[in-house]
């Protein structure tokens, strides 16, 4: 009985059990799977947020790191206000530097830039060849006054650069501005070229000798006295002024209306100067012949007054010799006083073509007059030139 029953109480054990293997899991509620749902959206997008955050960090790290290029300087701005980086208030080409998301950055180029002035000076000869003018309009025709009152038509350009420097930099990106700085450059560039054009000659300045490097002087003067008066750099460098070449025609140039007339003053100029260059040639050459001449009238002179001052030594050397003899006897004074008187007579009359010679008789005797005539002189040989041969 008791066998029996242990075995019944085995035999209802499993069927005991097996209602609680088969029950069925119970089915979440409403709220919890909303609950799970926004869990994983919140992990979701938090992920898509990180990422996000990672690709914005690293579009800004490729942006606000920034490397300033040759031939251009930067300035940092917070707020307006320039600020520096790295210790430097100007940032230097070949340098890196960040900028933050309040700042700004702003760029200078010290690159060469070029200012035409193209029409102040300037008449197109095309437009004057189609309308046939005859004279210049001011209102439409550009031109400069030269020193000696003659027109010409002139086109050039200035070249020049942004200063690097703190100062000279800072001044024209924000103090001046780059519009300013030009229409400064190019107002003082009118007025120097004015200025020199006016004082030269229009020769010297078709000719270019010194013109442009003469403006260029006149314009760094008048940029320096305009940074002076307004008590603050331009924040520019000037290179150089130059003319504008044409591929037709010449700059400088003359009014195309009297061009024709210039050319021939031109010409007369240039004949006017070569015969002035051939007078001052003959003018030379006369002098020198002079010169020669005199030199030569004044060798002989010399050599004349020698020889006289060598005759009269050699005559008082004989005198000074002759004084004792002199002294001694007058019979033999009588004598050598003849002999020197017969021999000058002598020689005058040899030399002479005709004389006179009156004698003077003692008193109350009949007086004479000689006539010596001395030999026929010789005709002057003439020279004929000689006949060339006939052809």
Excluded: C
Aim: glycine fraction near 8%; proline fraction near 5%.
């Amino acid at each position: 009985m008791r066998d029996h029953d242990h075995e019944r109480g085995e035999a209802e054990a499993p069927e005991a059990a097996q209602p609680e293997e088969a029950a069925a899991p119970e089915e979440p509620t409403a709220e919890q799977a909303g609950t799970e749902a926004l869990a994983r959206a919140l992990k979701g997008s938090f992920r898509v947020l990180k990422w996000g955050m990672i690709v914005l960090l690293a579009v800004y790290l490729g942006k606000g790191v920034f490397y300033v290029q040759p031939q251009e300087v930067r300035f940092k701005l917070r707020f307006g206000r320039v600020v520096t980086s790295w210790g430097e208030k100007v940032l230097k080409p070949g340098t890196i530097h960040i900028q933050w998301p309040w700042e700004e950055v702003q760029t200078v180029s010290t690159a060469e830039q070029v200012l035409e002035a193209g029409e102040e000076f300037y008449t197109d000869w095309r437009k004057a060849v189609l309308s046939k003018k005859q004279s210049l309009d001011v209102r439409e025709d550009g031109y400069l006054l030269t020193g000696d009152a003659n027109i010409v038509h002139m086109r050039l350009n200035v070249r020049y650069r942004a200063r690097g420097d703190a100062e000279g930099a800072q001044s024209y990106l924000f103090a001046v501005g780059k519009e300013n700085v030009e229409e400064i450059l190019r107002r003082l560039l009118l007025s120097a070229t004015t200025k020199v054009v006016s004082s030269m000659q229009v020769m010297d300045v078709l000719k270019r000798e010194g013109l442009f490097s003469a403006i260029t002087d006149e314009l760094a003067e008048r940029l320096a006295d305009f940074e002076r008066q307004a008590g603050a750099p331009l924040g520019i460098e000037l290179i150089a002024v130059e003319a504008i070449e044409g591929e037709k025609e010449k700059n400088p140039t003359e009014p195309y209306a009297v061009r024709d007339a210039f050319y021939e003053a031109q010409n007369a100029g240039s004949r006017k100067d070569q015969l002035v260059e051939e007078g001052k040639l003959q003018a030379n050459a006369l002098l020198q012949d002079a010169r020669g001449k005199a030199s030569e009238a004044v060798a002989g002179a010399q050599g004349y007054r020698d020889r006289l001052v060598n005759m009269a030594q050699a005559d008082a050397e004989a005198l000074q010799k002759l004084l004792p003899v002199y002294g001694r006897s007058a019979a033999e004074a009588d004598i050598l006083r003849d002999t020197f008187y017969q021999r000058i007579v002598t020689d005058a009359l040899r030399k002479a073509q005709g004389v006179f010679v009156l004698y003077q008789t003692p008193q109350g005797a009949q007086r004479e007059l000689r006539l010596i005539l001395g030999s026929k002189p010789r005709p002057p040989k003439v020279v004929t030139p000689e006949t060339p041969p006939a052809p």
